[in-house]
């Protein structure tokens, strides 16, 4: 990085701190510092809660998801929409009569204090483990490209969050939202730009797009149904909506953005202003990344985009293995230029048959460099064990660093930056005020003055944010960041949401039953995980239907046994 990256860079990221820290001082109480005064309109809830759910896994994750799979991801989002819809009809409207901090104290109310700490505690541990992969996010670009130790860049990302989020709570977590998505989509923007300019000069934008269908990256709907498909439309539309649902109305980093609005309508605004947009910029996003991939049919690309795991292979017996694979794949690469000119060529002129000629060349030439990309992956694992060999995260800021002009390259990790912030502010946030009120203000101190409580949520952030960091050092293990974050919460939300699902809508069942069948339905979803194939968005429908499942016919036994 030049000096003008790191102005960019230092000067994003410490105008967005500062300004959230002297915007919101002075939060003195409860209701400021965990619901902002209930003084958000409904742009800045929208964008809010956009910032929470783009984290920076998002920016790096996705586009390395649409090089490697192509767009078929977008559809997972397909159910979001409808899930604010419901959520703004049905839910808003108890939380706000209820006056509740968080969305658990609703519970209580419904059923009784067990099932209540129960949701609590599933949140609390879910969204613990999901607040240490977005400061992971981030933290192994800057310490793979700058040479910076994993946990100190670890140390001083959950830092910078830990202090604002701290200083001015809920307030201060959606007013620096607003600046941090500002920069987030320009940035995305201007680097999908970018990467079209690059391309050759007889390739076209169109030409771009048809080679990207033609290689199978275009693959927007799948309308199979498959059981063990991660993406497609039956999954994102059905386990996508019970996801959103229970993401949206049950985990409090959700929650919080909405609880603070002016007025129902502003909370209800602010929702169906996501359930807008945030298809498209998941698909700009998405359709970046499959530009990138194309970007790279005329460029050559790294055997492996994470080079400095690559590079210590050298300093092993190994390295004569490692230099022959990677001439290997520059041998096929032109080759597989040449193809690839060859389908553009028949692309312009229509000609049907050189169209399928020149693709199934490509595609044999794409396996071939796939297998020599899989026989290097196995390569480093041998020579370094212990490295991380999948490298799918690493192919957006690959072309970053290396190809963008100086400043974009500080802009692009400011995005990523700013997005780590924005989400982990939001979890911290939210871990802190689900911690001092459901449990600490219900089961340990339950008469104090209102600045004890303030203080407690501000140490505890700190405490949380102390554990994600700690949980960061461990995300390596883990494969692509933004499966991993969505696998976690899949594993979760849908007992959670279960759980609300039977207060709101099935009076019949009680307490005692509903968390029985929350603790059983929790069960079955981890089965699933461990033992079957079943792809996890439809952990979601699972875990939830297993609550209400269970809990008519716990319900049933608890009241017979009661009569007799």
């Not at 929208?46 to 977008?74: C, H, K, N, W």
């Not at 600490?440 to 600045?451: E, G, I």
Request: a positive charge; one cysteine or more.
């Amino acid at each position: 990085m030049r000096p003008l990256d790191w102005i960019v860079l230092l000067g994003t990221l410490g105008f967005i701190v500062v300004y959230g820290i002297w915007k919101t001082r002075g939060s003195k109480d409860m209701e400021g510092y965990l619901k902002g005064d209930n003084s958000m309109k409904w742009w800045t809830i929208g964008l809010s809660i956009m910032a929470t759910q783009a984290s920076a896994i998002t920016f790096l994750s996705t586009p390395g998801q649409a090089y490697e799979d192509g767009m078929r991801f977008v559809q997972f989002y397909f159910g979001l929409p409808i899930a604010m819809v419901i959520i703004s009809i049905t839910v808003i409207p108890i939380f706000y009569r209820l006056k509740v901090y968080t969305a658990y104290e609703f519970l209580e109310n419904r059923f009784d204090l067990k099932t209540r700490s129960l949701a609590a505690f599933l949140f609390l541990v879910q969204r613990g483990l999901a607040a240490g992969i977005t400061i992971y996010a981030p933290a192994i670009i800057l310490s793979t490209m700058l040479g910076w130790s994993l946990t100190m860049t670890n140390l001083i990302i959950g830092v910078l969050v830990i202090v604002y989020t701290v200083s001015g709570g809920t307030k201060a977590v959606s007013v620096t939202q607003k600046q941090q998505m500002a920069v987030m989509m320009g940035g995305m923007v201007i680097a999908g730009f970018m990467v079209v300019s690059y391309l050759p000069e007889n390739v076209g934008f169109d030409d771009a797009v048809a080679v990207a269908g033609k290689m199978g990256k275009m693959n927007v709907i799948d309308f199979s149904f498959d059981w063990d498909d991660r993406y497609n439309f039956w999954s994102g539309l059905t386990g996508g909506l019970f996801l959103a649902l229970s993401y949206f109305g049950t985990d409090q980093s959700q929650v919080a953005r909405y609880l603070g609005g002016k007025s129902i309508g502003e909370s209800r605004l602010g929702l169906l202003f996501n359930g807008l947009l945030k298809i498209p910029m998941q698909f700009l996003i998405l359709f970046i990344g499959v530009m990138v991939f194309v970007f790279y049919q005329f460029n050559q690309p790294p055997v492996f985009f994470n080079e400095a795991a690559k590079n210590k292979v050298y300093a092993t017996p190994y390295a004569e293995e490692l230099r022959g694979l990677e001439t290997r794949h520059t041998v096929l690469f032109q080759e597989k230029q040449q193809a690839v000119q060859g389908l553009v060529t028949a692309l312009k002129s229509e000609d049907e048959a050189a169209v399928t000629t020149a693709q199934g060349k490509v595609a044999a030439l794409t396996s071939a460099g796939k297998q020599v990309r899989e026989e290097v992956k196995e390569l480093i694992a041998k020579a370094v064990p212990g490295s991380e060999t999948k490298d799918t995260d690493y192919v957006f800021i690959s072309f970053v660093m290396k190809y963008l002009p100086t400043g974009l390259v500080g802009l692009l990790l400011a995005v990523i930056l700013s997005a780590a912030m924005s989400s982990t502010a939001s979890e911290l946030n939210a871990l802190a005020s689900t911690t001092v009120v459901d449990i600490y203000k219900r089961n340990v101190k339950q008469h104090a003055s209102p600045a004890h409580y303030v203080n407690a949520s501000k140490l505890l952030t700190v405490a949380w944010g102390v554990i994600a960091i700690l949980f960061a050092t461990f995300a390596s293990l883990l494969d692509n960041l933004i499966q991993a974050v969505n696998i976690i919460g899949s594993i979760f939300y849908g007992t959670i949401l279960g759980i609300f699902l039977v207060a709101f809508y099935f009076k019949r069942i009680k307490g005692n039953a509903v968390f029985l069948a929350a603790l059983l339905a929790e069960g079955v979803v981890l089965f699933c995980f461990y033992f079957t194939d079943i792809a996890f968005l439809w952990f979601n429908v699972i875990g939830c239907a297993c609550v209400v499942l269970f809990g008519f016919i716990l319900q049933g036994m608890i009241g017979e046994k009661a009569k007799s």
